[in-house]
């Protein structure tokens, strides 16, 4: 784990805005100069802080569904525990991967056209490993809301937002650009050169083409996946099962999305209505704040229940299958 100075945490909130801004700005913004932070950066990827720089698409738009499965497991060696893992990480249908202890010991992700392909990679999972299976959860996600972290720098202002992570309008691309999104999905610093050899395409024909998908609603925003274990933080998913919250419901997104510690505010399609990912430095401050959130709430929050997430084994935003 590295030691953040406010150097380094001014630049990851920068990046966190937005993966995309360049060196020279962050620099100016920061007084100080291009080449320091290059250099942290740097650093900072090789330390494994920052993951990588994520293009985030808005699904609905490529027409795609994130479906979820939560599993509780037992009564398994760590042989089979390791083969669990292989096999998921093999399956190419299955974007996400996460370890976790608390209600639940493993989540999966996968990006899927419907509701059918959710289900056969649950039917060729479970026929696999039913035996170690104690309970389930399955859930879609209806709409998710990206927050900058703000509390790298204790800020009390309100953060920055990308919504429209599930959009509702399919948008039509041709072949050059899904082409596009593959070659910038996990590289959000892409560059427009780079982007027009491989297309072999003039290079304002490469800006126009990502410019056109930003318009369209189909490239929502440029993000930054840190490790938070390497920068001395723990992740934590909170699940919120609500009651009569109908007129209430817009404004409690609003207030989960103002809090500084909470970075995905998520609606759900299944057992229960929203999901919080909240990053803090101690469990302590978790606690606290899933306290402040229910005593804030309590006339629409039935109960919560919580995970803190371990280990994250595969994380992709975009599907590799998707043509």
Known sequence: MRKLDITDRKILLELDTNARVSFSQIGKKLRIGKNNVQYRVKRLLEDGAIKKFVTQFSLGTLGLFL???????????????????????NDKRVSWIAKCEGRWDLMIGTYVENIMQLDNIKKDFFQKYEKYITSYDAVFVVEAYTSQRTYLLNKKTIPQKIEGFIGTKKVDLDSKDKKILHLIANNARFNYLDI????????????????????????????TFLDTQKIGYNFFKLCIYLQNHQTKFNSFLRYCM????????????????IELEIETETLEDFYNLTHKIRNDFSDIIKKTESVIISCEMKLDFFPASFS
């Open 67 to 89: 479906g979820k499965i939560f599993l509780q497991l037992s009564g398994f060696s760590k042989e089979t525990e390791r083969e669990i893992y292989d096999y998921l990480i």
């Open 196 to 223: 027009a050899k491989n297309l072999n395409i003039n290079i304002k024909t490469a800006q126009k083409r990502i410019k056109e998908l930003e318009n369209k609603g189909v490239i929502q925003g440029y993000v």
């Open 258 to 273: 103002e809090l500084p510690n909470v970075v995905h505010v998520i609606e759900s399609l299944g057992p229960w209505e």
